[in-house]
T-cell receptor, first 116, second 116 residues
């Protein structure tokens, strides 16, 4: 079974440009999460999809970030326009809809975003 | 503020030494607890998890962790480390509240280096 995949693995862009990150969850996983780790800091939650619906987007930093999950399969995270402080590693994770209280998330390799 | 604390940012030890990594959290209610590991160049992998039951949980690669509810702790241990255990280790907490379901809160991570 394939794991969570993310594309690209690295992206270097200039301030003001747009970048779109993609995540393909494990097949059959309805839950999809985005997290971000800024250098030297902890991994922080961004948002949570259940199928195509946003369950929780309380961690999204501002309106320059837009996440979508059309059709409930893969998800994209767009940053427009990118700022220097957006640099970091963006992780995607997925999980099955679990019995109550047993959610286990499986992570992708991450996308390292560098904004110059 | 609610948080997850990992006591050490960097640990260096020799092969065959014992390892213990501390993790404390500040959530007062029911929590699910996880340890993830990121080996160099690889993605985050689940080491072990605690949902309920026996507070001593065993994970992959000889790791175990003990949940002590009264101390809000979930420390990770391995009796004898190998060079291949060199990695970054993350403690994560899922507070089981209606507005936090699925949202993992991570500690800052502990970089462990095992010398031959």
């Amino acid at each position: 079974e394939a794991g969570v995949t993310q594309f690209p693995s690295h992206s270097v862009i200039e301030k003001g440009q747009t970048v779109t990150l993609r995540c393909d969850p494990i097949s059959g996983h309805d839950n999809l999460y985005w997290y971000r780790r800024v250098m030297g800091k902890e991994i922080k939650f961004l948002l949570h999809f259940v199928k195509e619906s946003k369950q929780d987007e309380s961690g999204m930093p501002n309106n320059r970030f837009l996440a979508e999950r059309t059709g409930g399969t893969y998800s994209t995270l767009k940053v427009q326009p990118a700022e220097l402080e957006d640099s970091g590693v963006y992780f995607c994770a997925s999980s099955q809809v679990p019995p109550a209280g047993t959610d286990t998330q499986y992570f992708g390799p991450g996308t390292r975003l560098t904004v110059l | 503020a609610q948080s997850v604390s990992q006591h050490n940012h960097h640990v260096i030890l020799s092969e065959a030494a014992s390892l213990e990594l501390g993790c404390n959290y500040s959530y007062g209610g029911t929590v699910n607890l996880f340890w993830y590991v990121q080996y160099p160049g690889q993605h985050l992998q689940l080491l072990l998890k605690y949902f309920s039951g026996d507070p001593l949980v065993k994970g992959i690669k000889g790791f175990e962790a003990e949940f002590i509810k009264s101390k809000f702790s979930f420390n990770l241990r391995k009796p004898s480390v190998q060079w291949s255990d060199t990695a970054e280790y993350f403690c994560a907490v899922n507070p089981m509240t209606t507005d936090s379901w699925g949202k993992l809160q991570f500690g800052a991570g502990t970089q462990v280096v095992v010398t031959p």
